[in-house]
């Protein structure tokens, strides 16, 4: 009996010795990657057309639909002459401009031009009949409705790169010395950025910006050509909350430090980005640095 009891206690005394290595293993947080939505939905910038022989031509009930969704079946022109089999899975996009037409910062139109196309990721098909010249197939994933005349190309994996933790972030780094360019648009062409957001900026692999680097965004106070005009120095020339000896210019003053990105696709001149991290919003027209 006592030699039971000794054994017992032995055992006890070991699974008290293992159990808070084990909890600590068990609540030590999992490394998050990129979401299936951030990587596939984010659309891209390439200055090299997309292959566009491919497209979708048609659907089911196009009597009645003029966009195609979630389950629904669409048309390809692409069928047993051309190899397509059932289960082949492909990419949809679409080349994409700015409706409005309207420059937010000073070189915002040269920037995009030289960045190249657009383009807008609108979900992914899977074929599931395959006829002599046309194929048809399910929508199995949804960014945006899908059109006639999208452009349909094979699937590719794309990477889902892992986020670094967001309390290194420093707030005060100094200059990196490496690549420097601008936020330049982002998904929709929309002109503010928060947490998770996509955003198209000017550097590509010509620069040494592959998937999984991480820039820091950061903006000049005072500096008039990377946002909407306003009224120059209006910090001096509105009265009643206090002024100093002489004006100060941007480059007297230090940059303000406003979040990190990660890399997530990348192009010969362009990357897409998605802000892991602000301390506030972040514009078109900001800066960015490769960490």
């Not at 032995?10 to 490394?31: E, K, S």
């Not at 998770?196 to 010509?206: E, I, Q, R, T």
């Not at 002489?246 to 230090?254: F, H, I, M, S, V």
Request: charged fraction near 20%.
């Amino acid at each position: 009996m006592r030699a039971r009891l000794a054994v017992l206690f032995i055992l006890g005394c070991l699974g008290a010795a293992v159990t808070p290595a084990q909890t600590a293993q068990q609540a030590a947080p999992a490394v998050q990657q990129a979401d299936f939505s951030s990587v596939y939905c984010s659309g891209f910038v390439s200055d090299q057309k997309v292959p566009d022989e491919i497209r979708l031509i048609s659907g089911e009930q196009s009597n009645s639909k003029l966009i195609f969704s979630r389950g629904d079946y669409v048309y390809i022109n692409r069928g047993q002459d051309k190899g397509v089999r059932v289960g082949d899975r492909f990419t949809v996009v679409r080349p994409v401009k700015d409706p409005t037409d309207v420059p937010w910062f000073k070189w915002q139109d040269k920037l995009m031009r030289a960045m190249g196309t657009a383009y807008q990721d609108t979900g992914q098909v899977r074929v599931v009949n395959v006829q002599p010249k046309v194929s048809i197939a399910q929508i199995i994933f949804s960014c945006e409705y899908m059109q006639r005349g999208d452009v349909v190309e094979p699937y590719q994996d794309r990477p889902a790169p892992s986020y670094k933790d967001p309390a290194a972030f420093d707030h005060f780094a100094p200059v990196s010395g490496k690549p420097v360019a601008m936020v330049v648009s982002g998904t929709d062409f929309a002109l503010v950025y928060g947490k998770n957001h996509a955003m198209y900026v000017n550097l590509g692999s010509n620069q040494g910006v592959k998937v999984g680097d991480y820039l820091r965004i950061f903006r000049y106070q005072g500096s008039m050509a990377e946002t909407v005009p306003i009224e120059p120095g209006f910090q001096y020339t509105m009265f009643g909350f206090g002024s100093t000896p002489e004006r100060y210019q941007w480059n007297d003053l230090p940059r303000e430090i406003l979040g990190e990105a990660m890399v997530i696709s990348v192009s010969r001149n362009s990357s897409t980005v998605v802000l892991t991290y602000s301390s506030t919003s972040v514009y078109a027209g900001d800066y960015v640095e490769i960490e």
